[in-house]
């Protein structure tokens, strides 16, 4: 089982932290380097941030583009924060054979950023299983990671046994994200498909990894409170070539909805069109499903896709944009620069979480440990709403890690794209 096997790894990379810590080597594993020279600390040094994301798989096209944001923000920013120069440095969590994130992986890609004595924050991961690798290594080594995509409960507060307290080794925390949870997100998809779907029976699909299964819980749970029978919770193996033997077996109990908790990554393009194949369209049973399905430019381009409501844990970029500032300046530079607008939501949440990162180094004194005492103690990072990529105010918690904003949007897709349908209010 997936969850074991990542579990199995935290313990690894936790308990080589320290040693990695004080290693001096910067060479990185899986990572193209746009950095430049300077120490850890003092004014007016070169700091380096990184990115850590998918490069490779159906996840690529969002990461490129969210590294395309981030780029794009950091020259408006004249590469400062602060008295500091910043680089950013990126690495690949993938692999080509897997065509998604990988769990060895993840925990190189970990012990890369710490032996990289230039670098003081990680903007990621995009997947919140390598999170879970991935943050007791920096955790050890002060480090600070702030994602942009990260919707998993437990690496922030009690989900799973052990969570949140087993991912921070020193007994104090360094992980925050600028986006909400999983437990908001399932509970809202849940609340839409009651209020306004107003289906009554839904199969679920997990893809048996930490995000899928947290998310399919969260809309269980909640969906089960609205008044829905929910007919199985059943993981679908991505290496499977057909899925049509699940799909009859939810056609026998009669559904008039599937929800798919996981990532497109794991085989979604099959799971949709074998949905479509047993049961119909989408107007004939809905199917839902959760962030993890969005972003993606070969589902939207999928008959069988078209018709699916998708949550994303934010808001979407059209709707950033059409509030003006900094997410509208950016994106104007992204299309003057790209031709077109990013292929993923999370583009614009990508270059808010570098904006905290950056907020953080310019209070800092430059050292691994200051820049992540500046997220959590005191009154932690604050952005104020007209300077925010989100254009709100962006406050991390420094007792959690956790956002304030908990948006959720709705999404529906028509003419293969991915178009915003509504705000799903959060309860």
């Known amino acids: 089982m997936r969850y074991r096997s990542i579990t199995a790894a935290v313990l690894a990379v936790a308990v080589t932290a320290l040693s990695v810590s004080a290693c ?8 193209s380097a746009t950095t430049g020279g300077g120490g850890g600390g003092g004014g007016g040094k070169t700091l380096v941030i990184s990115t850590d994301l998918p490069m ?6 969002a990461s490129k583009d969210t590294i395309n944001a981030i780029n794009l923000y950091l020259e408006q920013v004249n590469h400062k924060a602060g008295n500091y120069t910043v680089q950013l440095k990126t690495y690949d969590d993938s692999t080509a054979a897997k065509g998604a994130w990988d769990e060895a992986t993840c925990a190189n890609n970990a012990q890369a950023h710490v032996a990289n004595t230039n670098e003081v924050a990680v903007m990621g991961t995009y997947n919140s299983g390598c999170a879970k690798i991935e943050v007791p290594v920096l955790n050890a080594a002060n480090m600070l990671m702030i994602s942009h995509a990260n919707t998993n409960p437990g690496l ?12 921070y080794p020193n007994g104090k925390r360094n992980y925050g994200r600028v986006i909400t949870t999983d437990d908001y997100q399932g509970a809202a998809a849940a609340d839409f498909a009651a209020q306004d779907l107003k289906v009554k029976r839904c199969f679920v699909l997990n893809d048996n990894q930490t995000y899928g299964q947290g998310v399919a819980q969260a809309f269980i749970t909640r969906a089960k409170q ?3 029978t929910i007919l199985a919770n059943k993981a679908w193996d991505a290496k499977q070539p057909s899925y049509a033997a699940i799909f009859q077996n939810a056609k026998s109990q009669n559904p008039d909805c599937i929800y798919v908790g996981g990532i497109y990554d ?21 199917m839902i499903g959760p962030d993890g399905f969005t972003g993606y430019p070969a589902l939207d381009k999928q008959p069988q896709s078209q018709g699916m409501y ?4 934010g808001l979407s970029t059209e709707q950033l944009v059409k509030g003006g500032g900094q997410a509208a300046k950016l994106i104007d530079a992204y299309k003057a620069k790209y031709g077109t607008n990013p292929r993923t939501n999370y583009a614009l949440y990508g270059a808010a979480a570098v904006q905290a990162i950056l907020a953080a180094i310019a209070k800092s004194d430059g050292t691994r440990e200051s820049v992540t005492n500046q997220v959590f103690s005191g009154s932690g990072i604050d952005i104020p709403a007209e300077q925010s990529m989100l254009g709100k105010e962006i406050k991390i918690d420094p007792q959690s890690g956790d956002t304030n904003n908990k948006d959720i949007s709705v999404l529906l897709m028509k003419n293969n794209q991915e178009s915003f349908f509504k705000a799903q209010p959060v309860v």
């Open 226 to 228: 609205n008044g829905i």
């Open 310 to 313: 998708m949550t994303f844990a």
């Open 24 to 31: 001096k080597s910067s060479k990185s594993s899986g990572g």
């Open 156 to 167: 922030t507060k009690k989900w799973d046994p052990g969570e949140p307290d087993k991912y």
């Open 266 to 286: 794991n085989n979604g393009g099959q799971l949709v069109k074998d949905k479509a194949s047993v049961l119909g369209d989408n107007t004939k049973v809905k």
């Open 56 to 61: 490779q798989g159906a996840s690529a096209d």
